[in-house]
């Protein structure tokens, strides 16, 4: 899903978002702006891929000409990032939301572990890395709670990783009501991954979500035709898309 989509099923869940308003045109980003009410405001490329901020996807404006200008200048062009190749992807919509001021990045993540038919959570204070490069060059940063289906998430599997990530004590009913949502949309949902990264603690001493990346899991599209309809196929190899349609004929 793009980063608005999954967001807007966080928000479903209780999990809590920035405000944001998505645009598909230049014409929508200023009443998108007034909307917000803010005197700033980030411009987010919606592609599927990591990476964007670094390749020029992610940036922060001061003024609604500087917004409108950078509006026109992303949308409609291709967006390369480590995770695409050098054609990159094409931007189609852009989400503009409002700044979060931003106290520390943490990072919250989950995925099925086939081998122990559990959904494993991983937590970890590094937010706004690559959590692969933080489980290679430091592992110990990383904490894995394994989820029992029979139970659901508990109260000791939030605490684990709330202590986990050094959170004021303050916070603990937000993030177990948290943790608990993203338990629940990953489940119901037949999510594959979801990762939270980062996961914001702000200066007012709130958590919020800043990104949010969710794959759904191909096998139960069957039952997800709402999360169907929100694919994106200008964002998939065309010869794979080819493939599959050849496949169902």
């Known amino acids: 899903l793009h980063e608005y989509q999954a967001k807007n099923l966080l928000k479903e ?3 809590p978002v ?13 009443s998108a702006a007034n909307n917000l009410g803010t005197k700033r405001w980030v411009v987010k490329a919606q592609v599927h891929a990591g990476g964007r901020g670094k390749a020029g996807g992610v940036k922060l404006v001061d003024t609604k000409d500087e917004l409108l200008s950078t509006v026109k200048d992303l949308l409609g062009r291709r967006l390369v990032t480590f995770q695409t190749d050098e054609h ?3 931007i189609n919509s852009l989400i503009i939301e409002e700044p979060s ?16 038919q559990r959904v494993v959570f991983m937590a970890s204070t590094e937010g706004g890395m690559d959590i692969e490069e933080v489980a290679d060059k430091t ?5 894995k709670v394994a989820i029992d289906p029979e139970i659901g998430m508990q109260p000791f599997h939030c605490r684990r990783m709330f202590f986990a990530l050094g959170l004021d004590k303050s916070l603990m009913r937000s993030f177990s009501a948290l943790a608990t949502g993203l338990y629940n949309m990953f489940v119901e949902r037949d999510l594959g991954l979801l990762e939270i990264n980062p996961l914001v603690l702000t200066q007012e001493g709130t958590l919020i979500c800043l990104d949010a990346k969710v794959n759904i899991d191909d096998n139960a599209l069957y039952r997800q035709k709402v999360l169907c309809e929100m694919r994106d196929t200008t964002q998939e190899d065309e010869r794979e898309n080819r493939a599959q349609q050849w496949e169902l004929n």
């Open 13 to 15: 869940y209780g999990v």
């Open 18 to 30: 920035p405000n944001f308003e998505v645009v598909f045109n230049a014409e929508d980003a200023i």
């Open 101 to 116: 001021n931003i106290a520390s990045e943490l990072y919250l993540g989950a995925v099925v572990d086939r081998a122990s």
């Open 88 to 90: 990159g992807q094409p």
């Open 139 to 143: 592992p110990e940063k990383i904490i």
